[in-house]
């Protein structure tokens, strides 16, 4: 599996709180975060259209970044995949649980073969916890608006509105 294109996988992203410190997600969403972040949440959705869970990372810079990139993003992705099956998630949001979980890195510009080389081996191992990991291919102009959350919420405040529409 190669890039999809964006115009098939636009998701509404929304800021949730979290109680733990593992990860934070983003309720404004800033262009320092990315996969050179993993502290950080960058966008999660509940995609009504396909009943599942998603997970955005993004990465703007083009893959020349080598090993210190490629860490990064293994990083990033650790720090997902903790977030999700060592309980903080299940706690967090009871309801969502069930959801089948989709990790999206959603890059600027293609990944280079050392790159896809990692997320091959990645999506083997995550096929066995069900979860899959898609590359979106992005225009920059379509990145989240810098300080802009769904709602106008900010900071710790998380999201004011039900979203049913991912």
């Known amino acids: ?4 294109n964006q115009s098939i996988q636009k998701i509404r992203t ?5 109680r733990s410190g593992s990860v ?21 959705a509940h995609d009504t259209r396909t009943g599942s ?19 990064q993003f ?23 649980v069930s959801l089948p979980v989709c990790i999206q890195l959603r890059a600027v510009h ?6 896809w080389d990692l997320i091959r081996r990645m999506r083997e191992q995550l096929e066995f916890q069900k979860i899959t990991l898609d590359v979106v291919q992005i225009a920059e102009d379509e990145l989240p608006p810098e300080g802009e959350g769904c709602c106008g919420g900010s900071g710790g405040g998380g999201c004011c509105c039900s979203h049913d529409d991912a």
Do not use: C
Request: aromatic share 14%.
């Open 24 to 44: 934070s997600v983003n309720a404004i969403f800033h262009r320092m975060n990315g996969i050179e972040n993993p502290g950080v949440l960058d966008a999660f």
């Open 53 to 71: 869970l998603v997970l955005a990372m993004y990465e703007t810079r083009t893959w020349e970044g080598g090993e210190e990139q490629l860490f």
């Open 74 to 96: 293994q990083e990033k992705l650790n720090a997902y995949l903790s977030f999700l099956l060592d309980g903080e998630f299940e706690e967090t949001f009871p309801d969502l």
């Open 14 to 18: 929304f800021p949730l709180p979290l």
């Open 110 to 115: 293609e990944p280079s073969s050392e790159a």
């Open 1 to 4: 599996m190669g890039w999809i």
